[in-house]
């Protein structure tokens, strides 16, 4: 690997700075392109089963947009595209594969993900059985019958336990792994299989990068979807491994920085680098797993603030609570409020606060949230500092008026 001097010295503000702007949260988004405009620049949206508010790979776009029609999100991401007449095409916008999670991916990016469906191939082992011809049968199911999920195919599980799969649903997941089947639409929450020669453009389709081209790819797409990012910054977007960035960061276009306070070498996008980031800024209620706070270390380093989802986390131990959502405003990380819908009332189980200037923000944030999922009421439930509750019921009592 060639080792380049570092060309820029940022301070840890610019760097801040620079990081909302390429996630989308610094300036005056480009409404025109919408929730697709938003995948694109992202390079990856999580999808997560959790629905509190909404689900994760709707409130990503909403961060970023505001209120944004729910079911105009769903179209975005699963409706195809349509011809210069007008019609429907088949063409894809998007399809699932693993990336820095399940992640809903641009369908362009198809072919730079070969390098993991190849690793899959060559993968030694796996943690569920395959019964014998299951495999070959789902393969001839789709190819005969079409787009299936898997319930149509035989059955995603064979008890009511979540990871209980049967042996069609392990099929299935094989064979979307190895790139053969691709599910690029969602029925109510549940994957769409097809086969990937029918569902990806023939453009896209074959797996003819080789594994060079795909990781200097995606250390590119991580480093412009960051602006600017250290090595494990650059490796966690998409869940790569550190020497695999190592081997292609010098050849991906991105340049060395150093940032003030960071401790380690960093890495830019160029073009992030080429005017100062300024503009609006977004308030909102963040996803747990939005891509700006994916990465635990580095949130803390930008921002100064401990992110953790506690969903998984026994009730007792929680702090914060089970969906807590950090609020971003003035591009910083200001509370966090873990939130519940109870009819048309939004519910804030517990408020984290940054002090009395957060107040506002958090309220502001709150109501337009509630707006957002039709409810037309906001009741607080629990404050983490007593002296602010009567504040924030203050203002959302005025901006609810």
């Known amino acids: 690997m060639t080792t380049l001097r570092p060309t820029t010295d940022l301070s840890a503000d610019e760097a801040r700075r620079i990081a909302l702007r390429a996630q989308g949260f610094l300036g005056t988004p480009d409404r025109r392109s919408g929730v697709r405009g938003i995948l694109r620049h992202l390079g990856a949206v999580q999808l997560d089963t959790i629905s509190v508010l909404a689900r994760s790979h709707e409130l990503i776009p909403y961060a970023r947009l505001g209120a944004v029609d729910r079911k105009t999100v769903e179209k975005a991401y699963w409706t195809p595209g349509a011809t210069a007449a007008g019609k429907p095409s088949a063409q894809p916008h998007a399809f699932e594969y693993w990336s820095h999670a399940a992640c809903i991916l641009p369908v362009e990016e198809w072919p730079h993900f070969a390098f993991r469906r190849r690793a899959y191939r060559n993968r030694p082992h796996w943690n569920h059985d395959l019964p014998d011809g299951t495999y070959d049968q789902v393969i001839k199911q789709l190819r005969t019958e079409g787009p299936l999920t898997a319930t149509e195919l035989g059955g995603a599980k064979r008890t009511s336990e979540w990871w209980d799969w049967s042996g069609t649903k392990v099929a299935v997941e094989r064979a979307l792994m190895y790139g053969e089947v691709v599910c690029v639409e969602r029925r109510g929450w549940k994957r769409v299989y097809d ?162 200037k957060a107040v506002p923000a958090v309220a502001r944030a709150l109501v337009e949230a509630a707006s957002w999922v039709d409810c037309t009421d906001v009741r607080v439930e629990r404050v983490d500092a007593p002296d602010l509750r009567e504040p924030l019921a203050t203002e959302l009592t005025r901006l609810l008026a």
């Open 195 to 356: 086969l990937a020669e029918r569902a990806i453009p023939e453009t896209l389709l074959h797996d003819e990068l080789d594994d060079a081209e795909c990781l200097r790819r995606l250390v590119r797409l991580a480093g412009q979807s960051l602006g600017v990012g250290t090595r494990a910054d650059i490796a966690d977007y998409h869940r790569l491994k550190g020497e695999q960035v190592d081997a292609v960061i010098a050849d991906s276009g991105l340049v060395p920085v150093t940032v003030e306070g960071w401790g380690k070498p960093a890495w830019a996008d160029p073009a992030a680098l080429e005017t100062p980031p300024r503009g609006r800024h977004r308030t909102t209620l963040l996803s747990p797993f939005d891509s700006l706070i994916w990465e635990r270390a580095r949130t803390e380093r930008i921002f100064g603030f401990t992110h953790r989802l506690e969903a998984y986390v026994p009730k007792q131990k929680r702090i914060y609570g089970y969906f807590a959502m950090p609020v971003l405003a003035g591009g910083r990380l200001v509370g966090r409020v873990d939130p519940a819908r109870e009819g048309t009332t939004l519910v804030a189980k517990q408020v984290t606060l940054d002090g009395p």
